[in-house]
């Protein structure tokens, strides 16, 4: 017969190797099939923060335009194969335009169609410009390359508004 003390010191002895390796083996597997998943949330991300670079680029321009009084325009600028990144540019058109901003968009994101003339102009009023069109649109996907390809529309509206339509669902 065995002691009582000794029979609870065997039970409180820890984990045995085959317990640690089953633990270790689980939490491998969770991380496994959580990779992608983290993944694509940086990938929306980066698509996400791409559209307001743009969406902000645009509302400075409006209020640009209006605090000195005269047209501004947004010039963008998809990358050439040899470029690191697109460029977004900010103008203040007169007599005697001059770029006052600049912004670099990742080539991760791809331009899939921008507004007549690749820019958008603002009026001295803060009405986009050509009027009769309702909204000009600036449609971008992203990641480039990648068959989970999600698209965001940067709107300018004719009335001055920016905003951007998110997808319906994330892929």
């Known amino acids: 017969m065995i002691p009582k003390n000794r029979a609870l010191r065997r039970e409180s002895r820890g984990y045995t190797l085959i317990e640690l390796l089953i633990v270790v083996a689980i939490v491998a597997l969770m ?5 992608p998943w983290f993944s694509r949330i940086s990938q929306r991300n980066q698509l996400r923060s791409a559209a307001r670079e ?10 640009t ?16 194969p040899e470029a690191a990144s697109h460029s977004i540019q900010t103008w ?8 006052i901003a600049g912004l670099e968009i990742p080539k991760n994101v791809r331009f899939v169609s921008l507004p007549p003339g ?3 102009v603002f009026t001295a009023d803060g009405r986009r410009t050509p009027a009769g069109v309702i909204h000009q649109d600036i449609l ?7 068959a ?15 905003g951007f339509v998110l997808p319906v669902s994330w892929k």
């Open 148 to 162: 989970l390809a999600n698209q965001i529309t940067v709107q300018a509206w004719e009335n001055g508004r920016i």
């Open 54 to 63: 743009i969406q902000t680029t645009l509302l400075a321009a409006r209020m």
């Open 92 to 99: 203040l058109e007169g007599a005697t335009p001059r770029q």
């Open 140 to 146: 971008i996907e992203g990641p480039v390359g990648s």
């Open 65 to 80: 335009a209006v605090r000195n009084n005269a047209p501004a325009s947004v010039r963008i600028l998809p990358a050439p």
């Open 118 to 120: 690749d820019r958008v």
């Open 31 to 35: 991380a496994f099939v959580a990779a």
